[in-house]
C-alpha cells in the first residue's frame, strides 16, 4: 500500500509541475504534505517532519550551495569562463577546442549555475563552430551540452552533485574523488562517441541550424576580447588568479580528504579541508579579488544576484530533504530496502540500474535534473541508511540518471536553442541526444566501478 502511495504522491508532484504549471517547491510540498496524511504519520507528525528534514539537509549543503553559487556569480562577473575558453582555442586550436571546452566546463565551473553557463558559453561556441568545418556548430553544441550538465550531476560544488551527497549522507570528499573521475570521463567518451556520429551524418546544417544566427564572424570571439577588461574597462585579473577561487578549495578538500584516508590527517587539516570552509576560503578570496579589479558597485551586484539565486536553490533542495524525511518516516524504507540488499538477492548491479532507473524517469517527467536527482536521491536515500552498501556508487547512479534525455519540457532546451542559433531538431540531437548518451555512458561507468566494491 505505501508503494501505491509513494507512487500517488510522486504522480501529484509530477502533474503539479506540468500541468498546473505549479513552482516545484510547492508541488513538492503538496507532495510531502499527501504521502505524510496519506501514509497515516497525522497532521503534527506530518508537519514536523517536513520541517525537520528541511533543517537537516540544510545543515548538510547550505553553506555548501550558497557559497558555491555566490563564487560563481562573482566569477561570472571576472568572465573567467569567456577568457578561459578564448585560451584553449589560441592554445590547442579547433580541432581539441570541443574536448578542451567541455572538459573545463565539467571540472572547473559547475558553481556557475547550469543557466548562466549556458548564456556564457553559448556565443563562444557559436563563435569557434565555423573553425570546425561545415558541422562545427553541431559538434560546439554538443560539447557545451556535455560539459555543463556533466558537471552539474558529478563534481563538487555542482547543485545536483551537493544535493545527492547530502541526501545520501556521502561525504563530499568522496564525491568529489569518486564524481571528477567518473565526469571526466564521461564527457571525454560522449564527446568523442558523439563526434563520430555528427562526421557520420547525424548533423545536417540545413535542417539543424538557423543560418541567419549560426553564421557569425570568426572576428566575433576576438571582438569579445578586451585585453583583460570588462566592458566598463575594468583591469581583469589574470585568469590563472580568477579561478583560484574554484581552484584552490577543490585543492583543500581534497587533500583532507588525502590525509584522512592515509592516517596524515591532524585537527589543522581537517579544519581547512572542511567543505564547508573551503569554499568560504574560495567565496572570501573571490570577493576581495573582484573588488580589486571590477570595483565595489560591480561585486556587490554580483553577490546581490548570487544570493537572489541562493535562495530559489535552497528552497527546493530542502523540500527535497522534507519529502525524504517524510519517506524515511513511513514503513516504505523497509519495503524498498529488499531491492538493494544483497540479502534479497539483488546484486549491485541491479541496485545501480534501479538508482538510475528512478532518476531517469523522474527526470522525463519533470524536465529539471536538479528536481529529478533531489526526488531520487529523497525516495532512495532512506532506504540506504544503515545498509552496508556503496552508498556513492548508488548517488552517482542517481546523477547519471537525472541527466538522462534533457528534452521539451525543460525551460534549458529552449534557451539552448536560441542561445545556440539551431533548431528544435537541432536541439533534439545536441542536447537531448548527448545528455541521453552521457547519461548511459556514465551508467556504464558507473556499474564498471561497482565491480571494485
Do not use: C
Not at 560522449?190 to 539543424?208: A, C, E, H, I, M
Not at 573571490?286 to 535562495?311: H, N, P, Q, V, W
Not at 530533504?321 to 514503513?331: K, Q
Request: overall charge neutral; proline content about 4%; hydrophobic content about 60%.
Amino acid at each position: 500500500m505505501i508503494i501505491l502511495l509513494t507512487v500517488v504522491a510522486i504522480i501529484v508532484v509530477v502533474g503539479l509541475i506540468i500541468l498546473a504549471k505549479l513552482d516545484p517547491v510547492i508541488s513538492l510540498v503538496v507532495g510531502s504534505l499527501f504521502l505524510g496524511l496519506a501514509s497515516g504519520l497525522g497532521f503534527e507528525k506530518t508537519l514536523s517532519t517536513i520541517v525537520q528534514g528541511f533543517g537537516e539537509i540544510m545543515a548538510k549543503v547550505g553553506l555548501l550551495i550558497g557559497f558555491g553559487v555566490l563564487i560563481g556569480s562573482l566569477l561570472f562577473r571576472m568572465e573567467a569562463l569567456q577568457r578561459l575558453v578564448m585560451l584553449l582555442l589560441r592554445v590547442l586550436g579547433p580541432r581539441r577546442l570541443p574536448y578542451a571546452m567541455a572538459t573545463a566546463l565539467t571540472t572547473v565551473f559547475p558553481s556557475i549555475y547550469v543557466d548562466v553557463q549556458l548564456v556564457l558559453a553559448a556565443p563562444l561556441a557559436r563563435s569557434a563552430a565555423p573553425r570546425l568545418g561545415r558541422n562545427g556548430l553541431g559538434l560546439m553544441a554538443g560539447s557545451l551540452t556535455a560539459g555543463i550538465l556533466v558537471g552539474y550531476v558529478f563534481v563538487v560544488p555542482g547543485l545536483a552533485t551537493v544535493s545527492i551527497a547530502g541526501l545520501l549522507d556521502i561525504p563530499l570528499a568522496t564525491m568529489l574523488g569518486y564524481g571528477l573521475v567518473i565526469g571526466m570521463l564521461t564527457v571525454l567518451i560522449t564527446v568523442f562517441l558523439y563526434s563520430q556520429l555528427v562526421t557520420r551524418g547525424l548533423w545536417n546544417p540545413d535542417k539543424d541550424e538557423h543560418a541567419a544566427e549560426a553564421r557569425l564572424e570568426e572576428e566575433a570571439l576576438a571582438d569579445n576580447d578586451k585585453g583583460g577588461t570588462d566592458d566598463t574597462g575594468h583591469r581583469l585579473p589574470p585568469l590563472f588568479v580568477a579561478l583560484l577561487p574554484v581552484l584552490v578549495p577543490l585543492v583543500l578538500i581534497a587533500f583532507g580528504a588525502i590525509a584522512a584516508a592515509t592516517g596524515f590527517s591532524n585537527a589543522l587539516i581537517a579544519f581547512l579541508g572542511n567543505p564547508a570552509l573551503s569554499l568560504f576560503v574560495g567565496l572570501v578570496g573571490a570577493y576581495f579579488l573582484a573588488k580589486a579589479t571590477i570595483g565595489r558597485e560591480r561585486t556587490d551586484d554580483a553577490m546581490s544576484k548570487g544570493f537572489d539565486t541562493t535562495g530559489q536553490i535552497l528552497l527546493i533542495t530542502g523540500i527535497g530533504g522534507s519529502l525524504g524525511e517524510v519517506i524515511a518516516a513511513t514503513d516504505l524504507k523497509d519495503v524498498l530496502s529488499g531491492l538493494f540488499s544483497a540479502e534479497a538477492g539483488a546484486s549491485l548491479t541491479v541496485s545501480i540500474l534501479l538508482a538510475w532507473l528512478i532518476a531517469a524517469v523522474l527526470h522525463l517527467a519533470i524536465g529539471s535534473i536538479s528536481v529529478a536527482a533531489i526526488t531520487a536521491a529523497g525516495i532512495i536515500g532512506p532506504v540506504l541508511r544503515g545498509l552496508d552498501a556503496p552508498v556513492v556508487i548508488i548517488g552517482l547512479a542517481i546523477g547519471a540518471g537525472a541527466l538522462f534525455a534533457l528534452q521539451v519540457n525543460s525551460n534549458f532546451f529552449w534557451m539552448f536553442q536560441t542561445l545556440l542559433g539551431v533548431s528544435t531538431s537541432g536541439a533534439l540531437k545536441a542536447l537531448t541526444f548527448v545528455t541521453a548518451l552521457a547519461s548511459v555512458v556514465a551508467l556504464l561507468l558507473i556499474m564498471l566501478l561497482g565491480t571494485f566494491f
